[in-house]
């Protein structure tokens, strides 16, 4: 499964952070709604076609809160300093 984006709420702490992922696996898209962090807990989304999740992340990152999109890591992660 790859990860194409990801966005943040911008909140430190388990209690307001909120984390929202797309990622694709072959032809089916998945997006995640993370509350609460790494250890927090995660609603599942499953779509056959990007449209549909990004539909649904759009929907997920209306609201209040301003949004940040990360950069996913590369495939084999990051790149060390002076290599």
Known sequence: MEQRKHWWNGKWGRLARRDVFLRVDADRWHVEQR?????????????????????????????????????????????????
């Open 35 to 83: 509350a609460g962090g790494a250890e927090g807990i995660s609603r599942f989304y499953e779509y056959g076609s990007a449209d549909e999740a990004e539909d649904t992340v759009r929907a997920l990152l209306d609201g209040p809160d301003t949004w940040r999109e990360l950069s996913p890591r590369p495939p084999g992660g990051w790149p060390l300093p002076n290599s």
